[in-house]
């Protein structure tokens, strides 16, 4: 299975952790979190685990297909959760007695909707993105920064691409590179200082580390429109070029302010209402 980061859709204000499988083009969903709305369990996991030897003893196709997938757990790390995909949660719903089966099943068919549809229009998935942000009570002058970073860094990445520049490893490369040059920390040691484990390290950096990164990048983006650099070493100089402007208004604005522009804080320690640098 080819999946993407485990993410959380929303069900009448319940959190569903899922994973999108790109190569099956299909949803997991945690059951655990299914079996809490659709119960509204004290101990979700125990009724699972009782339901589970149910269908074991019936011989249930629904117990034969349930997977282990790493999902994000409410401490922030990452643990094997029993999965299903929407076929075989239709068939857990009809082993639950619950008055939210209908709404839940109506729930599914959008979430499977919504996908298609970002895929055919590209602004819809930015659209939910900020929505999402906001249900996680970012401040709107975040998100808005925010989401213009991630426009910047397609436009980046829509370069290396033209540069002949790999997805795999090399962007993960210049990324790093780019980082230590304006911030002083590689992108695993930065995720690192906010103690992340794997949580996007942007939806944990402040407004003025998302200002910088972006002029690292945007930077990096007009040097290499105009020098039209070719392979991934090329590329890399031009990377640490761009990010060499970010390093000087970094350096310039802790001249002025006496403070440090980047901060060892993430959302969690600053709290769901905004995101500011310690001093």
Do not use: C, H
């Not at 299914?34 to 019936?58: F, Q």
């Not at 790390?77 to 082993?95: F, G, N």
């Amino acid at each position: 299975m080819n999946e993407t980061k485990s993410k959380v859709k929303i069900f009448e204000n319940r959190n569903i952790r899922t994973i999108w499988d790109e190569q099956n083009e299909k949803w997991w969903f945690s059951v655990v979190d299914i079996i809490a709305v659709l119960t509204d369990s004290d101990n979700p996991r125990r009724y699972w685990s009782d339901l589970k030897r149910k269908l074991k003893t019936e011989g249930s196709q629904l117990y034969e297909n349930i997977v282990q997938l790493k999902m994000e757990s409410t401490d922030g790390k990452m643990y094997l959760t029993d999965s299903a995909d929407t076929e075989q949660v239709l068939r857990l719903i009809q082993s639950i007695p619950s008055k939210k089966a209908e709404p839940f099943k109506l729930w599914l068919a959008k979430v499977g909707n919504e996908r298609i549809d970002e895929i055919v229009d590209p602004e819809l998935s930015i659209e939910r993105a900020i929505q999402n942000y906001r249900r996680l009570g970012y401040s709107e002058n975040w998100i808005n920064q925010r989401i213009k970073s991630i426009e910047v860094r397609k436009a980046l990445t829509d370069e290396w691409d033209k540069s002949g520049v790999k997805k795999d490893g090399e962007y993960a490369s210049l990324t790093d590179l780019m980082s230590k040059t304006w911030s002083g920390m590689t992108t695993r040691e930065y995720k690192k200082y906010k103690d992340l484990k794997k949580e996007n390290l942007r939806d944990n950096m402040t407004n003025t580390e998302l200002i910088l990164n972006m002029l690292a990048e945007v930077a990096a983006t007009e040097i290499s429109i105009i020098e039209q650099p070719v392979g991934f070493d090329e590329s890399a100089v031009v990377a640490k070029r761009g990010a060499s402007t970010a390093k000087v208004a970094r350096e310039r604005l802790e001249a002025e302010t006496g403070k440090s522009a980047v901060s060892n804080l993430n959302r969690k320690q600053l709290g769901n209402n905004k995101l500011q640098v310690r001093k």
